[in-house]
C-alpha cells in the first residue's frame, strides 16, 4: 500500500500513488450459438476463423454462427468469445473390452448387474457427429498385484482413423474400484473429454490391440446427434446450470453481445433479445442485433419501427442484412449483419480511441460483402432518425454522403440524448469498466481513510489521462471528472464486512454535465451501476 502523510489540518496526501488503471479492451465480441463441434456452455476464446475450425468444426450450414464467425473475422475482427449451445443432441460413446479373465478385487466383488455388458462404457461431453473420440488403455508400470488398475488417454482426433491430435488427455494408474484411491469416475470427474456412462464394471478394461511397434486405440462409435435447430429458449438458457446466455456470466470481459439468428429463416425472439440486453448491462457491453428477417426493403424498416418494441441505448442495430458469397452452396446468399458490423466496430477501435467522434463514421462492408437491398439517402437519414445504422458498400470514387454517426438503438425522440451516439456510450462503458476492474485491489486492504485517499488518486490519475487525450468536453479537471470515496459512502457497517464503495462522476457531451456510477467492491464480486447524485451534495469543486 502507498504511503501517507498526515497534515496539521488532517487532510491526507499521497505521497506514492498506487499502480495505474489498467485500460479495459474495447473490441472483444461475444457470440453464441449452434456449432458443428466442441464444447457445449462454456466461453472459449479465438483470434481466428482458423481457431474456430479447429474447436467448433468451421462453416455448417445448419449454423449461422459458423458464417458469423467467418465474417465477423474477415471484416477486421480480432478477438472474440465463442458460446456453443445445442438443442438435444447427444455425444458419442465409447465401450472398452474388459479383461478376457475377470477377477474378484480382494473382496470388492461387484454383482453381475453392474457389468456393463463386458465393457467399460464412456460417453462424450459435447454431442455431435463431428465429435471422434479414441481411447487406449495399457498397463505401462501396473504392478502385477494391482489388478484394478490401468492407464487410460483419451483423444480427440480430427477426423475417424486421423492422426491429426485436435486434445488429448492421460489418465496414469486409474482404478475401477468405487473405494479406490484415483477411482475413475473422480478422475474423469475433472476430464474435458469424457465420462462414465452407467455403472463400473467388475474388472478392468484390457489392452488396447494394437500393430507391433505402435500404439492401440478403440474408436468412438458412430452414435453422435447435433440435435435440432436452436430455439429462443436454448440461448437463454438456465442461471443455476449456467448454460445459454448465463455461461457469459463467467466469462473474461467482452464489449459487444452478437446472437446470430436462429436459423437461416428464424430470428432470435423477443424474450431472448431482453434476457442478453440485461446480461449487457451488467457486463458493461452493448447488444448487437440484426434487423428482422420481415424487414425486406427500407421503407418496411421504417414503418416498422414505429412498432419496434426493443429501444436502449445499450443496443446497436445495423440495416440492411448483407449478400456474400456461400463456400459450402457456392453461390450467394443472405446473410445476418450483425457480425459483420462487429467485426468493422473492431477494426475501427484499433484505429482510434473508443471516444472518438470520428469512430462514429458509418461502417462500410469489406470486398465480397454488400447490402442486400439499396438504401436512399432519404430512407437513411430516416433509418438513423430511429437508432438504426446503414450499412454502406464500398465506395469507389462516390461522392461523400452526409454524415449521420453510429446510433444506438435510441429514436431522437427518446429522452436521454447524450447516449444517441455510439462514441459517448462507449466511452461511459469503458471507463465503468477500467475503473471496476482496476480498483478489485481495494477488497483486500484495510478499510479506511487511508485506502480511500489512495482509491481516489488512482482514479483521478486515470481519468487525468484520458483528458490529455483529448476524451472529455470540458477545458479543466472540474468540469470533466470527480471522484469520492469517504466515510459518507463506506459506513462502520460497510467496512466492518469487508466492502468498499467510490462514486465517479464524468462528463460526455457538456462540461459540467456528468454522468455518475457506483463502483462495489465486496467479496461476492465486483459491480459498477449508474446512480442519480444531488448536486448540491458533491464537493464544492465539482
Not at 454462427?65 to 467467418?70: A, C, H, W
Not at 434487423?291 to 421503407?299: C, K, M, N, R, T
Request: proline share 6%.
Amino acid at each position: 500500500m502507498a504511503e501517507l502523510a498526515v497534515s496539521s489540518t488532517d487532510t491526507v496526501k499521497l505521497i506514492r500513488p498506487q499502480a495505474q488503471i489498467a485500460r479495459a479492451k474495447t473490441a472483444v465480441t461475444a457470440f453464441i450459438g449452434r456449432a458443428l463441434k466442441g464444447p457445449l456452455n462454456q466461453p472459449v476464446k479465438l483470434r481466428s476463423f482458423e481457431d474456430y475450425r479447429h474447436v467448433f468444426g468451421g462453416l455448417w450450414q445448419p449454423s449461422t454462427l459458423s458464417y458469423g464467425i467467418e465474417q465477423f473475422f474477415q471484416n477486421g475482427g480480432e478477438e472474440c468469445l465463442i458460446v456453443r449451445v445445442c438443442n438435444g443432441g447427444r455425444a458419442p460413446t465409447l465401450r472398452l473390452a474388459l479383461e478376457p479373465a475377470a477377477t474378484s478385487h480382494a473382496g470388492a466383488a461387484l454383482s453381475a448387474a453392474n457389468i456393463q455388458g463386458g465393457a467399460l462404457a464412456l460417453i462424450g461431453l459435447a454431442p455431435g457427429t463431428r465429435e471422434f473420440l479414441r481411447a487406449s488403455v495399457d498397463y505401462d508400470g501396473i504392478g502385477a498385484n494391482e489388478t484394478d488398475r490401468f492407464n487410460l488417454v483419451i483423444q480427440r482426433v480430427r477426423a475417424p482413423g486421423s492422426e491429426l491430435i485436435e486434445e488429448q488427455e492421460i489418465f496414469r494408474r486409474i482404478s475401477v474400484l468405487p473405494g479406490a484411491e484415483r477411482n475413475i469416475l473422480a478422475a474423469l470427474a475433472d476430464s474435458r473429454l469424457v465420462r462414465v456412462l452407467g455403472a463400473l464394471p467388475a474388472s478392468r478394461p484390457a489392452r488396447s490391440p494394437a500393430p507391433p511397434g505402435a500404439v492401440g486405440y478403440t474408436a468412438s462409435n458412430g452414435d453422435g446427434d447435433d440435435g435440432e435447430p436452436l430455439t429462443s429458449y436454448d440461448i437463454i438458457g438456465e442461471a443455476d446450470k449456467g448454460t445459454g446466455l448465463f455461461a457469459l456470466q463467467r466469462a473474461e470481459p467482452f464489449n459487444f453481445l452478437c446472437i446470430p439468428p436462429l436459423t437461416r429463416e428464424q430470428d432470435v425472439a423477443l424474450p431472448a433479445l431482453l434476457v442478453a440486453l440485461r446480461l449487457c448491462r451488467e457486463r458493461q457491453a452493448m447488444l448487437l442485433l440484426d434487423p428482422p428477417l420481415g424487414w425486406s426493403d427500407a421503407a418496411t424498416a421504417s414503418r416498422n419501427l414505429r412498432s419496434w418494441p426493443f429501444f436502449s441505448e445499450d443496443a446497436l442495430m445495423f440495416y440492411p442484412r448483407v449478400a456474400a458469397f456461400d463456400r459450402l452452396r457456392a453461390r450467394e446468399e443472405i446473410f445476418a449483419c450483425a457480425p459483420g458490423a462487429a467485426g468493422l466496430l473492431a477494426q475501427a477501435t484499433t484505429r482510434r480511441a473508443v471516444w472518438s467522434a470520428a469512430g462514429d463514421d458509418e461502417l462500410q462492408l469489406r470486398a465480397g460483402m454488400r447490402p442486400s437491398v439499396p438504401v436512399s439517402d432519404l430512407d437513411r437519414v430516416r433509418l438513423a432518425q430511429a437508432g438504426v445504422n446503414v450499412l454502406q458498400p464500398q465506395r469507389g470514387g462516390q461522392r461523400p454522403r452526409q454524415r449521420l454517426g453510429l446510433r444506438t438503438l435510441l429514436p431522437e425522440t427518446a429522452g436521454r440524448g447524450d447516449w444517441r451516439y455510439v462514441s459517448a456510450r462507449r466511452l461511459a462503458l469503458f471507463i465503468m469498466t477500467s475503473i471496476e476492474q482496476g480498483t478489485r485491489w481495494a477488497l483486500f486492504e484495510t478499510p479506511g481513510p487511508t485506502l480511500w485517499a489512495e482509491l481516489c488518486a488512482q482514479v483521478r490519475s486515470f481519468f487525468e489521462a484520458l483528458q490529455e487525450e483529448g476524451a472529455f468536453a470540458g477545458a479543466r479537471a472540474e468540469e470533466n471528472y470527480f471522484v469520492i470515496c469517504d466515510q459518507r459512502l463506506n459506513d462502520s457497517a460497510r467496512s466492518s464486512a469487508g466492502g468498499v464503495q467510490l462514486l465517479i462522476g464524468f462528463s460526455i457531451a457538456r462540461p459540467g454535465e456528468f454522468h455518475t456510477c457506483l463502483v462495489h467492491h465486496r467479496h461476492a464480486g465486483s459491480s459498477v451501476r449508474s446512480v442519480s447524485v444531488n448536486r448540491f451534495a458533491l464537493p464544492r469543486s465539482v
